[in-house]
């Protein structure tokens, strides 16, 4: 059973920046694809960002030149660094293990553990 705790999220202002992380309980982190998803009030879950075990990186439209994915293997830790923060990026951003870790998928379905999700709200 592969643990993920998240925090970093928060409350900013339009325009500014947060980091999440997201650290993993198992050792062998470094073999999984690592994704985030979001999901706002009244919407479905969304993918972001996703990178595999060999540091291939994947956006959502909606982020991509504002969120750079990225991890620390020896540390069991995915970030997500996000820029430019928008009152639509308001969402509980989730992490998520995918043990076959070759391929990011943007389904979430695909992936096989999940954290809590941490809350971050962009205040116009």
């Known amino acids: 059973q592969v643990q993920l705790l998240e925090s970093g999220g928060g409350l900013v202002q339009a325009g500014g920046s947060l980091r999440l992380s997201c650290a993993a309980s198992?050792?062998?982190?470094?073999?999984?694809?690592m994704g985030w998803f979001r999901q706002a009030p009244g919407k479905e879950r969304e993918f972001v960002a996703g990178i595999s075990r060999d540091w291939s990186a994947y956006y959502a439209d909606s982020v991509k030149d504002r969120f750079t994915i990225s991890r620390d293997n020896p540390k069991n830790t995915v970030y997500l660094q996000m820029n430019s923060l928008r009152p639509e990026d308001t969402a509980v951003y989730y992490c998520?293990?995918?043990?076959?870790?070759?391929?990011?998928?943007?389904?979430?379905?695909?992936?096989?553990?999940w954290g809590q999700g941490t809350q971050v709200t962009v205040s116009s």
């Open positions: 998520a293990a995918k043990l076959a870790g070759l391929q990011v998928q943007y389904d979430g379905r695909a992936y096989d553990y």
């Open positions: 198992e050792r062998t982190f470094s073999s999984y694809a």
